[in-house]
């Protein structure tokens, strides 16, 4: 198989298990189940019970199993290679649905930290580098 089909078949697997504890899983999995399922009504239906079984395990303790989420990720890694290798002309729209995820579902690695803060004189706050130069009158 073509090394950049198996790393997007790996990407994609990533992304969706992030999905799975997110709001945006019910339009991920939608979206998967159709270009998966190639229009075949009975095998989206198949699909879609599949992935809601994979995210139940992944979301069953809070945070997520890192177990449970390492092996969801390859199983669908292993499912998503199959069909690439099978429907090479799907790349196209699982590269899309890789962007959109990656563009709604946050950075698992982020933190995100929130300050207030209350300032006086001579206060000063920066995010990164700061270079202060003050000059004091002889009052004080």
Do not use: C, K, Y
Request: aromatic share 4%; charged share 25%.
């Amino acid at each position: 198989m073509d090394p950049a089909l198996a790393g997007l078949a790996g990407a994609v697997a990533a992304a969706l298990v992030e999905a799975m504890t997110t709001d945006f899983w019910g339009t991920t999995r939608t979206r998967l189940a159709r270009i998966v399922g190639r229009g075949a009504h009975a095998a989206e239906s198949d699909l879609t019970r599949e992935l809601e079984e994979s995210a139940g395990r992944v979301g069953r303790s809070s945070p997520p199993d890192q177990a449970a989420v390492a092996a969801e990720q390859a199983r669908w890694t292993a499912l998503l290679t199959a069909f690439l290798a099978e429907h090479m002309d799907a790349s196209t729209e699982l590269q899309d649905l890789l962007r959109h995820v990656r563009e709604v579902v946050p950075d698992a690695g982020a933190v995100h930290v929130v300050q207030n803060i209350t300032t006086g004189r001579n206060a000063f706050i920066a995010g990164r580098d700061q270079h202060i130069s003050l000059i004091s009158d002889d009052d004080g």
